[in-house]
Nanobody, 122 residues
């Protein structure tokens, strides 16, 4: 079973920082694109940032200049450094990865983490 586990969420004041981590585990042959999504109360889930296998980064305009995505393939991990957090950043943040699993055969999977809550409030 392949899974993603997020960590690093919490409650901060406006202007504060958090660093989210996501690690993939299981019978993994290769991890392709990894990224972060978020869903705020009363809103649709939206893309925050993606870090592709070949190193291409795509980041949402709403967080550009404040958030930074990085990854460590040796750890099968992706990170999201969030600075200058604002109340509108309050959301559950989800990690997503494209993974080729290898059990009895190779399988291509889109895998989601269960989410980690980020709350930005005074």
């Amino acid at each position: 079973q392949v899974q993603l586990v997020e960590s690093g969420g919490g409650s901060v004041q406006p202007g504060g920082s958090l660093r989210l981590s996501c690690t993939a585990s299981g019978n993994i042959f290769e991890v392709y694109d990894m990224g972060w999504y978020r869903q705020a109360p009363g809103t649709q889930r939206e893309l925050v940032a993606v870090f592709t296998k070949r190193g291409v980064i795509d980041i949402a305009d709403s967080v550009k200049g404040r958030f930074t995505i990085s990854r460590d393939d040796s750890k099968k991990a992706v990170y999201l450094q969030m600075d200058s957090l604002q109340p509108d950043d309050t959301a559950v943040y989800y990690c997503k990865a494209e993974i080729v699993a290898h059990d009895r055969d190779y399988m291509y999977l889109d895998v989601w983490g269960r989410g980690t809550l980020v709350t930005v409030t005074s």
